[in-house]
């Protein structure tokens, strides 16, 4: 079984910066790509940005230029360093993770319980 831990989350004023944690811990052979995704209230979870065990990033094209995600492989964590925040980036951010599991190597998805983000003044 693997788990993820997020933290970082909190109230900002537009303009702010916040930056969140999310670790891996568990039956963990190998972390395949990590990823944020996030839900606003009344709308659908949208992806937000993800890494690769080899380091390539992508990004939603509403976060490009102000979020930078980065992992630090010994320790099993990603960050998404969260610049120029906007209200409309108020939402519950997500952990996703596609680990292989050393219990039978095959690879799964897990999602951590999130952390909310508010942008207000």
């Known amino acids: 079984q693997v788990q993820l831990v997020e933290s970082g989350g909190g109230l900002v004023q537009p303009g702010g910066s916040l930056r969140l944690s999310c670790a891996a811990s568990?039956?963990?052979?190998?972390?395949?790509?990590m990823a944020w995704y996030r839900q606003a209230p009344g709308k659908q979870r949208e992806f937000v940005a993800t890494?690769?065990?080899?380091?390539?990033?992508n990004y939603a094209d509403s976060v490009k230029g102000r979020f930078t995600v980065s992992g630090e492989n010994a320790k099993n964590t990603v960050y998404l360093q969260m610049n120029s925040l906007k209200p409309e980036d108020t939402a519950v951010y997500y952990c996703?993770?596609?680990?292989?599991?050393?219990?039978?190597?095959?690879?799964?998805?897990?999602w951590g319980q999130g952390t909310q983000v508010t942008v207000s003044s």
């Open positions: 996703n993770a596609d680990i292989t599991d050393f219990r039978d190597y095959n690879p799964y998805h897990y």
């Open positions: 890494i690769t065990s080899g380091g390539g990033t």
């Open positions: 568990g039956s963990i052979f190998r972390i395949n790509a």
